[in-house]
């Protein structure tokens, strides 16, 4: 049996980093403030001390120059973590990842690839509008890429693992409300593949599919209409590009119902492409209409009681999945 330990979801990237960057010569971490500080929110702390200043740099504050640089690093044979400080601060790099990095390969006919591995913080916590937004979307929406958001210490190893073995590039999305979480990760290295999705809890009565935060909001919902006799299906897509769609439809097939949870917004978010694909194909196994349950049509306030209410909560997922299954 694997030995395990626990590990909040911070200390669990790291030591991913940490055992690439000694598995790896061609691996180097760049970004604002990664060396000596270790990131903004501690991820990479101790790793300039570990291994210096030519595997672990610090950068200007430069998004387009940290992007840019990390891809044309990794056309020339080295694997570079990419870190930008936030999802917010990827806009100013956006030529970069949707012009160059998601495009070498198809652009040189699969001659030259760029496996940058771009790190990157959503979530929100008095951020206000501008700093507490949802991009999944938008990456995911691109081909080219591939997009991970782990939701536990676990899947944000395993999943970092497996972007620096990949050879395409990886946009990967952590949640800055998760770094403290803690969890069973086991030692030594492992990989969780891309595209595979994980029944988080085991139901009979109606799937929630979701990931990132909204994967802990379900299962404490889950938990708590466990005891009025109500089984939830948890569904953790894991990753967004690719999507595991066998498992969201067997999960569907089983309690005929379906929720999507996210924390992005509903309008041409994640939410409506899973929604659609589970009315097209699975249409004939559902008792009642595919829902959706997402961030409010806003940009996201300061004052922490109205941002409070701009997510679902427990209490929002409990109502919503009684009035499917009513």
Same mark, same amino acid.
Request: without cysteine.
């Given at each position: 049996m694997t030995e395990t330990i626990q590990m909040t979801y911070r200390d669990?990237?790291?030591?991913?980093?940490? *055992?690439?960057?000694?598995?790896?010569?061609?691996?180097?971490?760049?970004?604002?403030?990664? =060396?000596?500080? =270790?990131?903004?929110?501690?991820?990479t702390r101790g790793l300039y001390d570990e291994f210096g200043g030519k595997r672990v740099i610090d950068t200007p504050i430069a998004e387009m120059g940290i992007i840019g640089v990390a891809?044309?690093?990794?056309?020339?044979?080295?694997?570079?973590?990419?870190?930008?400080?936030?999802?917010?601060?990827?806009?100013?790099?956006?030529?970069?990842?949707?012009?160059?990095?998601?495009?070498?390969?198809?652009?040189?006919?699969?001659?030259?690839?760029?496996?940058?591995?771009?790190?990157?913080?959503? =979530?929100?916590?008095?951020?206000?509008?501008?700093?507490?937004?949802?991009?999944? =979307?938008?990456?995911?929406h691109l081909p080219g890429l591939i997009v991970v958001m782990p939701a536990t210490p676990y899947d944000a190893k395993g999943l970092l693992t497996t972007a620096l073995y990949s050879q395409n590039p990886v946009v990967f999305i952590e949640?800055?409300?998760?770094?403290? *979480?803690?969890?069973?990760? !086991?030692?030594?290295e492992f990989?969780? !593949?891309?595209?595979?999705?994980?029944?988080?809890?085991?139901?009979k009565d109606l799937t929630i599919v979701t990931y990132s935060r909204m994967v802990h909001v379900?299962?404490?919902?889950?938990?708590?209409?466990?005891?009025?006799?109500?089984?939830?299906?948890?569904?953790?897509?894991?990753?967004?590009? !690719?999507?595991?769609?066998?498992?969201?439809?067997?999960?569907v097939r089983k309690t005929h119902r379906?929720?999507?949870?996210?924390e992005d917004w509903m309008t041409f978010g994640v939410s409506a492409e899973v929604a659609a694909r589970i009315s097209r194909e699975v249409f004939d196994y559902l008792d009642a209409p595919v829902e959706r349950l997402t961030q409010e049509e806003v !940009?996201?306030?300061y004052a922490p009681n109205l941002e409070k209410l701009s997510f679902p909560d427990e209490a929002r997922v409990a109502e919503q999945v009684k009035e499917m299954l009513a």
């Open positions: 669990a990237l790291r030591e991913a980093m940490r *055992e690439a960057l000694k598995r790896d010569d061609t691996v180097v971490i760049m970004g604002e403030e990664v =060396g000596v500080w =270790g990131g903004t929110y501690a991820v891809t044309g690093a990794a056309m020339g044979g080295l694997k570079p973590i990419a870190e930008i400080m936030t999802i917010n601060f990827a806009l100013i790099a956006i030529d970069q990842i949707v012009n160059n990095t998601a495009k070498i390969h198809s652009m040189f006919g699969g001659t030259m690839r760029a496996p940058v591995v771009i790190r990157t913080a959503a =979530g929100w916590g008095q951020l206000a509008a501008t700093h507490s937004q949802s991009f999944e =979307g938008w990456f995911a949640h800055s409300r998760l770094y403290g *979480e803690k969890g069973d990760v !086991p030692r030594g990989r969780v !593949p891309f595209g595979v999705a994980d029944v988080k809890r085991q139901g379900a299962l404490n919902a889950a938990n708590d209409l466990a005891k009025q006799g109500i089984e939830i299906e948890v569904v953790d897509l894991r990753s967004l590009r !690719p999507v595991d769609w066998d498992m969201v439809y067997a999960s379906a929720l999507v949870l996210t !940009p996201l306030p």
